[in-house]
């Protein structure tokens, strides 16, 4: 069974700074894809950036990037020029495609704060 | 567009009741998956609905159940419920292909059993 593991519970950071929150996952498969979301207040899961496993480039979504380390189980997400908006619990995430079923493994998630 | 909506938003039942949460995807999605979230647990995977067929069923008791419609409208029913129920149940949709689209979440539906 995959599990996803993010060591961190909390951080904090002050706006406009840079964090990197880090997310080593275990798994057997070689394809699968992995998912940071993000949760604020509103409870709504919000996905922030997605990485295929095949794919060696990292993917960046404006101000969030990934260091995707495949050999090593790692997938860190990195925050620049934080936000007040983006506190918010975030939880990676481990999917692999089983016979057409798509289903999430997620992480226990980690807090972040942005202090203005 | 519309997102995914779910309703109530809010629910409060005593043990031994029964519980119908409502999923209403984004228009033309027919994946729907719910999970649930506690403090304790975290995310846990409950169900995977594609065009009105179960695909996947995660470790959960059979007082668990759910189905969708026609109309890729979901419902999840928790018969017989505990305290330990008490959880925020999230709902997610996607087009097919939730791995290259990712899923879209709902706002969750809070039960808490007393």
């Known amino acids: 069974a995959q599990t996803v593991t993010q060591s961190q519970p909390e951080m904090s950071v002050q706006e406009a700074e840079t964090v990197t929150l880090s997310c080593t996952y275990d798994?057997?498969?070689?394809?699968?894809?992995l998912f940071w979301y993000k949760q604020p207040p509103s409870r709504q899961m919000i996905l922030v950036i997605r990485?295929?496993?095949?794919?060696?480039q990292n993917a960046t979504e404006n101000r969030f990037s990934v260091n995707f380390q495949k050999a090593a189980k790692s997938f860190s997400l990195k925050i620049s020029d934080s936000q007040l908006g983006d506190t918010a619990m975030y939880f990676c995430?481990?999917?692999?495609?089983?016979?057409?079923?798509?289903?999430?493994?997620f992480g226990k998630g980690m807090k972040l704060t942005v202090n203005p | 567009k519309a997102g995914v909506t779910q309703t109530p938003r809010y629910l409060i039942k005593t043990r031994g009741q029964q519980v119908t949460l409502s999923c209403s995807p984004i228009?033309?999605?027919?994946?729907v998956s719910w999970y649930q979230q506690t403090p304790g647990q975290g995310l846990q995977f409950l169900f995977e609905?594609?065009?009105?067929?179960?695909?996947n069923k995660g470790n959960f008791p059979g007082r668990f159940s759910g189905r969708q419609f026609s109309n890729s409208r979901s419902e999840m029913n928790v018969s017989t419920l505990e305290l330990g129920d008490s959880a925020l149940y999230l709902c997610?949709?996607?087009?097919?292909?939730?791995?290259?689209?990712?899923?879209?979440f709902g706002s969750g539906t809070r039960l808490t059993v007393v």
């Open positions: 997610a949709s996607s087009l097919r292909g939730a791995s290259y689209y990712g899923y879209t």
């Open positions: 798994t057997s498969e070689s394809n699968y894809y």
């Open positions: 990485q295929e496993a095949y794919k060696q």
């Open positions: 995430a481990f999917m692999k495609t089983q016979g057409g079923s798509e289903k999430l493994v």
């Open positions: 228009s033309g999605h027919r994946s």
């Open positions: 609905y594609f065009s009105e067929t179960q695909r």
